[in-house]
């Protein structure tokens, strides 16, 4: 099958600052990728569709400002936290779908103290 | 619009026993179905899947059948194992979208 990773796995950052987050595709080539949000016991919330060498499409509620996605290669797709707050704090999650059938990243992990 | 619905959780079985997690939907279009399981700490993996109805998905010893008629995609397994323990997500994909629906999400503990 297809593999996404993402990386880091986990990161910790102070408020304020901004962070950024890495989703590849390996072993194939993503014209288009998706970013959730997961908080603690909760499913999974779409923040954005990324889209290779245009602009992202954010989901009703989810600030493009706050949250800056860059899809600049076939291969690659990342996703900044700007001036993150404690309340950034969650689980994010890439995929990508190169057939009918989606492929997710592993997450990664911020804790904004 | 589209949304799915699992049952909610948290489920807690013994080892060896019969699971069974309801997952309805609501789709305006004609959608594929999915389980995904996420493990502590990790991301979704893809369980099992269906793309028509009657299909019939399986994978690890978990199945589910895609019932058009009481638009439903519940997922079973005969005999679980403590190593089964994680959170089951129900979702669809309609066809020519590529965004997945998922629903709430079950939390399955299985106790030794």
């Known amino acids: 099958g297809a593999v996404v990773s993402q990386h880091p796995s986990w990161v910790i ?14 072993d ?18 779409l923040m954005a569709t990324s889209n290779e060498g245009s602009k992202a499409t954010y989901e009703q509620g989810v600030e493009k400002d706050k949250f800056l996605i860059n899809h600049a290669s076939l291969t690659l797709s990342t996703l900044t936290v700007t001036s993150a707050h404690p309340e950034d704090s969650s689980f994010y999650i890439c995929s990508a779908n190169p057939r009918e059938e989606q492929y997710f990243g592993p997450g990664t992990r911020l804790t904004v103290t | ?11 807690t079985l013994s ?17 594929s ?20 109805a009657d299909d019939k998905g399986s994978n690890k010893g978990f199945e589910a059948t895609y019932r058009k008629e009481t638009t439903s995609f519940h997922l079973e397994k005969g005999s679980v194992q403590v190593s089964d323990s994680a959170v089951y997500f129900c979702a669809l994909l309609i066809r020519g979208a590529q965004k997945l629906v998922f629903g709430q999400g079950t939390r399955l503990t299985i106790n030794p």
Do not use: H
Not at chain 1, 13 to 26: A, F, H, Q
Not at chain 2, 1 to 11: K, L, W
């Open chain 1, 13 to 26: 950052c102070k408020s304020g600052t901004s962070v950024k987050i890495e989703c590849r595709s390996l």
């Open chain 2, 33 to 52: 179905l999915f389980w995904y399981v996420q493990y502590p700490g990790e991301g979704l993996q893809l369980l099992l899947k269906a793309t028509k």
């Open chain 1, 28 to 45: 194939f080539q993503a014209t288009t990728m998706f970013w959730y949000r997961q908080f603690p016991k909760q499913s999974l919330m």
């Open chain 2, 1 to 11: 619009g589209d949304s799915v619905t699992q049952m909610e959780g948290p489920v």
């Open chain 2, 15 to 31: 080892e060896e026993a019969f699971l069974t997690i309801n997952c309805t939907y609501t789709a305006t279009g004609y959608p």
